[in-house]
C-alpha cells in the first residue's frame, strides 16, 4: 500500500519561506514522476509543481513559478518543496502523489487514489 507523508508545515509571516517534505513508502518512489498539490478553504485541490522520476524536469503553476522550487531525493525517497516569498493567497493543506507520467503542462492527474493526510501551510501577520 502506497503512503505519502507530508510534513513541514507551519504558521508564516507574508514573505516568509517554507520547506515542505513529503516521505513515500511502499512504492518504487525513484520511478515514478512526482507533484506537489494544495487545497484552500472552499477550493479544489490544484496542481502547483511537479518533478520527473530522476529529477532533473520541474514545471510549476503560474501562481508559485520563481518562488516555489520542488526536488527530490530517490535515496531518502523524499519529495521537497522550497517556498519563498510566501503570501496569504499561499494558506492550503499541502499534498503529494505520485504520477504516471510527467507534467510538463497544468494539467496534472494523481495517479494514487489515496492521500497523505498534508500539511497545513497558513500565511498571516
Known amino acids: 500500500q502506497v503512503q505519502f507523508v507530508e510534513s513541514g508545515g507551519g504558521l508564516v509571516q507574508p514573505g516568509g519561506s517554507l520547506r515542505l517534505s513529503c516521505a513515500a513508502s511502499?512504492?518504487?518512489?525513484?520511478?515514478?514522476?512526482m507533484a506537489w498539490y494544495r487545497q484552500a478553504p472552499g477550493k479544489q485541490r490544484e496542481f502547483i509543481a511537479a518533478?520527473?522520476?530522476?529529477?532533473?524536469?520541474?514545471n510549476y503553476a503560474g501562481s508559485v513559478k520563481g518562488r516555489f522550487v520542488i526536488s527530490r531525493d530517490n535515496s531518502k525517497r523524499t519529495l521537497y518543496l522550497q517556498m519563498n516569498t510566501l503570501n496569504p493567497e499561499d494558506t492550503a493543506v499541502y499534498y503529494c502523489?505520485?504520477?504516471?507520467?510527467?507534467?510538463?503542462?497544468?494539467?496534472?492527474?494523481?495517479?494514487?487514489?489515496?492521500w497523505g493526510q498534508g500539511t497545513q501551510v497558513t500565511v498571516s501577520s
Open positions: 518533478i520527473n522520476s530522476p529529477g532533473g524536469w520541474t
Open positions: 511502499g512504492t518504487m518512489f525513484s520511478t515514478f514522476p
Open positions: 502523489n505520485q504520477n504516471r507520467n510527467y507534467c510538463p503542462g497544468t494539467v496534472c492527474p494523481p495517479l494514487r487514489d489515496s
